[in-house]
């Protein structure tokens, strides 16, 4: 039910007399309800309203309590707090020598306030509506909460309305009696354009242009992925904002920049994860590193079981299932990570990140690798990918961003080729493995072979590419470990602490650290080290032949 059809309800329900029943809106925790109900009675003040909340109430008479702290404007006053105000004031005047007796002061002040409760609780009279809010988070059982709320509706003939995620509740015995007490279960929805203004009209001084295209954005990631917790919404729509305006503030040019529509979605999805999902902060900061490499453990997990029974998904894998999975957006943004789980605004992360998306940018979009099979794409668009992607496959030069994106070119390609998605003069197997050969050698990054996605064992082209490609990557891998162990020895060298290499293992490698290289550079610098590293060098020399340090 929207906002305007609840309003109605509401309305009708507040002028009837007497009624005798109570009327509950169910919705999503998060979705605005409290919001929703505060501003409709703001804008009636011929309704008497009382805002009560049962959130952690215990006792049947903490119910009362509330509802008395309610009235008097004063939250979460209690019996135990009225008897605590009776002695303080009986220990304030026998303090101060007050001929009166300290404790019986106390005792009428305690019983006065009582008193006032009951008073209050019993003058209530059908003109007050009570609203009692977050129904679902109190220590009662439901059951018992709601034949207390029945005291009010049936014996008091007030007028109640309940607000609730009735999908938390699972007690048999509230549903039984919630149909002696509630006539009306009204569900609350907001359409994404609703939840999207709630939003952007909390969140303001937005540096970045063309505010109304990102509003736009918001409502598309809202729809498309379901998402009703305003309160975290909201918290990704903060962060978005002050990630972009620290990064205008260090480069003006990004006010336009298309990265403010993935920093957008990522933003919202962190928040997502966070507080909605409940991810644990690790598995967050793994996916702001890379989410392939869990998406890939995912999916062997699930390639592994070998019967049909449901799998049991943790927190990240429900995440990544219901959001990740779904978009087309990247989510590799540690500056967003910082900020939206750890509230921390690293200018250093900042930086990086868009070091990253500079690098990606920098270069045309590789086709085929993000064509979303489960989308309808036009036939010319379609045709249109096909065609850059065969050009591709002629340009040996291409830079790839990765190995795991020029495996997923490969692999993605040969499927629709064998599928006759289109037509190939040649031999197009042959033609792939000498691609994917050659296009190695521009890969600016590598990748994990486990992060590669799932190939396909049964067919030899994929098993080829898939094998030779993660050869290639863990080749690249230990050479890049090599070349830095080779520049901290050059480093600790000059600074007269090559013990400090001896010792932490960097030197055992299947492949040499002491190239020609590095012995060219070490004779340059030999003049000027002292008898202690002259002496460090030799030991590392000597002691780590075995392992191949020295060649």
């Not at 909460?145 to 938390?168: G, M, P, R, S």
């Not at 090599?482 to 293992?505: F, M, P, T, Y």
């Amino acid at each position: 039910m929207n906002t305007q059809e609840l309003t109605e309800v509401i309305n009708k329900y507040c002028k009837t007399e007497s009624p005798g029943y109570a009327i509950l809106i169910d919705g999503p925790w998060g979705i605005g309800k409290t919001h929703f109900v505060h501003q409709l009675f703001a804008e009636d003040k011929s309704i008497k309203a009382v805002h009560v909340s049962l959130f952690g109430v215990s006792s049947t008479s903490q119910v009362d309590d509330h509802v008395f702290a309610a009235l008097i404007g004063c939250a979460d006053v209690s019996d135990c707090e009225i008897k605590k105000a009776g002695d303080f004031i009986g220990k304030m005047f026998s303090a101060f020598g007050d001929k009166a007796d300290g404790s019986a002061v106390g005792a009428i002040a305690s019983l006065s306030g009582e008193t006032l409760k009951k008073r209050a609780l019993k003058n209530l009279n059908s003109d007050t509506v009570l609203i009692f809010d977050d129904f679902e988070r109190s220590k009662l059982p439901p059951n018992e909460t709601l034949a207390k709320i029945n005291e009010f509706v049936e014996h008091q003939k007030l007028k109640v309305i309940l607000l609730c995620d009735e999908q938390v509740i699972e007690d048999k015995q509230y549903f039984q009696t919630k149909e002696k007490v509630i006539l009306y279960t009204n569900g609350f929805e907001r359409s994404s354009d609703e939840i999207v203004t709630i939003c952007f009209n909390s969140v303001n001084d937005f540096k970045c242009n063309k505010v109304d295209v990102l509003k736009a954005e918001l409502t598309n990631i809202v729809e498309q992925f379901s998402l009703t917790n305003i309160r975290t919404i909201k918290h990704g729509l903060e962060c978005f904002k002050d990630i972009t305006n620290k990064i205008i503030e260090l480069e003006p040019q990004y006010k336009g920049s298309p990265i403010l529509s993935e920093i957008l979605f990522s933003s919202i999805a962190f928040a997502v994860g966070y507080k909605d999902y409940g991810v644990p902060v690790s598995d967050l900061k793994k996916t702001a590193s890379n989410s392939s490499e869990l998406a890939v453990a995912f999916h062997m997990k699930k390639d592994e079981k070998k019967t049909d029974e449901q799998i049991k998904l943790t927190n990240w894998e429900k995440f990544y299932v219901e959001l990740l999975g779904k978009g087309i957006h990247r989510i590799e943004f540690i500056s967003i990570f910082e900020l939206v789980c750890r509230g921390y605004l690293s200018v250093s992360a900042i930086k990086e990140d868009l070091k990253r998306w500079e690098g990606r940018e920098a270069r045309p979009d590789t086709p085929i690798t993000h064509l979303r099979t489960d989308q309808l794409t036009s036939n010319k668009e379609f045709a249109s990918y096909i065609d850059a992607a065969l050009h591709i496959l002629e340009a040996p030069d291409y830079e790839f961003y990765s190995t795991a994106e020029l495996y997923s070119f490969c692999e993605n390609l040969y499927f629709l080729y064998k599928h006759r998605a289109f037509s190939f003069k040649g031999n197009f197997e042959d033609k792939l493995k000498g691609f994917a050969k050659v296009a190695i050698k521009n890969c600016m990054n590598y990748t994990e072979p486990r992060a590669f996605g799932c190939k396909d064992d049964n067919d030899e082209v994929v098993k080829f590419i898939f094998e030779f490609l993660a050869k290639s990557s863990e080749e690249m891998a230990e050479n890049e470990i090599v070349n830095g162990a080779r520049k901290k020895l050059i480093k600790e060298l000059k600074q007269g602490g090559v013990e400090k290499i001896v010792d932490s293992g960097d030197n055992a490698f299947s492949k040499p650290i002491i190239d020609n290289g590095v012995v060219s550079e070490l004779m340059n610098i030999f003049p000027e080290l002292d008898n202690v590293s002259l002496r460090s060098i030799g030991i590392f020399s000597g002691q780590d032949h075995e392992h191949k340090s020295f060649n």
